[in-house]
């Protein structure tokens, strides 16, 4: 199974052009360790052929030309691209299926709360409907989903229950709320040629018992680095709200994930959905020099590896 990091960065943007945090002011400024990242998605396949997205964000289209394997063709709306497989509704991980409506038929996975949520407060479905087709298949914690057009390839995805969250745009939404909701999920992509299978959680409200199983037993970790401590944004001026109170769970501290995960026995553990206040962004940093001490990666967009 060949994976591809197509964008590496959290839903606020890498750089933001009206952003004053030093990590945006150094992009701005030419600041040579500092490169403007895509927002985060990644592509997956298990025959070089036919290729996934997981998340689709507002980068889609410059991460479909970023990568070779991607690019349309040969017949007149013919693509590689056989499908979306949807973490969650955010912004940062949706806006993209509506660029992709010149697609021939894409098949999207999703929770069926994300699924709602694309036919309500952000009505993706209602608005393609007259442009492309689709065919929608739930992801589901109770049962494992083949890739695949017919059910036929050699990856599965496993769903694990992150959080309840729903976006900021649909939070005023009253109907059909329900405790089942499913807001926010982590996949685990298995290959069963080579038996070993990647754990990628671009969101982390907090590590429950089943997110704490997957990621001990997954030989590959992706997981959300979106802020380095609680109160980054807060501390630079930015907003008010936490990185608990936005859904993400900090890299530092007691109950961070650079504590939790160090002693994980993943042959890789790489952070991804990284926001562009991370200190861990700057080559040099010390904060990127302890995680890296740690054993973890930054990701970076183009990345690719085989699991
Ligand atoms: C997040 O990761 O907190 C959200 O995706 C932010 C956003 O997209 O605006
Ligand atoms: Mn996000
Ligand atoms: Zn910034």
Same mark, same amino acid.
């Given at each position: 199974m060949r994976i591809r990091v197509l964008g590496t960065a959290?839903? $606020?943007?890498?750089? =933001?052009?009206?952003c004053a945090c030093s990590n945006c002011r150094g992009v701005r400024e030419g600041n040579d360790a500092l490169k403007p990242l895509l927002q985060s998605s990644l592509a997956v396949s298990d025959n070089e052929t036919d290729w996934y997205l997981i998340n689709a964000g507002p980068d889609v289209h410059r991460q479909i030309e970023s990568?070779?394997?991607?690019?349309?063709?040969? $017949?007149?709306?013919? !693509?590689?691209?056989?499908g979306v497989i949807l973490t969650d509704a955010e912004l940062d991980h949706t806006i993209g299926l509506l660029s992709l409506r010149e697609g021939s038929c894409l098949t999207i996975y999703g929770t069926d709360t994300v699924r709602r949520c694309l036919q309500s407060a952000f009505p993706v479905f209602q608005m393609l409907k007259n442009y492309c087709s689709w065919e929608w298949q739930s992801l589901h914690p109770d049962f494992e989903q083949k890739l695949g057009p017919l059910g036929d390839g050699t990856i599965t995805v496993q769903t694990i229950p992150v959080s309840k969250k729903p976006p900021l745009y649909a =939070?005023?939404?009253?109907?059909?709320?329900?405790?089942?909701?499913?807001w926010e999920v982590g996949l685990v992509l298995h290959n069963e040629r080579s038996g070993k299978c990647l754990a990628y959680f671009p969101t982390l409200l907090r590590i429950t018992p089943a997110i704490e199983a997957c990621l001990r037993k997954a030989d590959i970790l992706m997981v959300?680095? !979106?802020?380095?401590?609680?109160d980054e944004l807060v501390k630079i001026g930015a !907003?008010?709200?936490?990185a608990g109170s936005m859904g993400h769970l900090p890299?530092?501290?007691?109950?961070g994930i650079a504590e939790k995960l160090?002693?994980?026995?993943?042959e890789r553990k790489i952070l991804i959905?990284?926001?562009?206040?991370?200190?861990?962004?700057? =080559?040099?940093s010390s904060e990127r020099y302890k995680l890296e001490q740690l054993g973890f990666e930054i990701a970076c967009d183009g990345m690719e590896m085989e699991v």
């Amino acid at each position: 199974m060949r994976i591809r990091v197509l964008g590496t960065a959290a839903g $606020g943007g890498f750089p =933001q052009w009206n952003c004053a945090c030093s990590n945006c002011r150094g992009v701005r400024e030419g600041n040579d360790a500092l490169k403007p990242l895509l927002q985060s998605s990644l592509a997956v396949s298990d025959n070089e052929t036919d290729w996934y997205l997981i998340n689709a964000g507002p980068d889609v289209h410059r991460q479909i030309e970023s990568f070779a394997k991607l690019h349309p063709g040969p $017949g007149i709306r013919e !693509t590689p691209l056989a499908g979306v497989i949807l973490t969650d509704a955010e912004l940062d991980h949706t806006i993209g299926l509506l660029s992709l409506r010149e697609g021939s038929c894409l098949t999207i996975y999703g929770t069926d709360t994300v699924r709602r949520c694309l036919q309500s407060a952000f009505p993706v479905f209602q608005m393609l409907k007259n442009y492309c087709s689709w065919e929608w298949q739930s992801l589901h914690p109770d049962f494992e989903q083949k890739l695949g057009p017919l059910g036929d390839g050699t990856i599965t995805v496993q769903t694990i229950p992150v959080s309840k969250k729903p976006p900021l745009y649909a =939070q005023s939404d009253k109907e059909g709320k329900s405790p089942e909701d499913l807001w926010e999920v982590g996949l685990v992509l298995h290959n069963e040629r080579s038996g070993k299978c990647l754990a990628y959680f671009p969101t982390l409200l907090r590590i429950t018992p089943a997110i704490e199983a997957c990621l001990r037993k997954a030989d590959i970790l992706m997981v959300e680095g !979106t802020f380095w401590s609680e109160d980054e944004l807060v501390k630079i001026g930015a !907003t008010e709200r936490d990185a608990g109170s936005m859904g993400h769970l900090p890299i530092s501290g007691p109950a961070g994930i650079a504590e939790k995960l160090a002693s994980y026995p993943a042959e890789r553990k790489i952070l991804i959905h990284i926001n562009n206040s991370n200190p861990i962004l700057r =080559q040099g940093s010390s904060e990127r020099y302890k995680l890296e001490q740690l054993g973890f990666e930054i990701a970076c967009d183009g990345m690719e590896m085989e699991v």
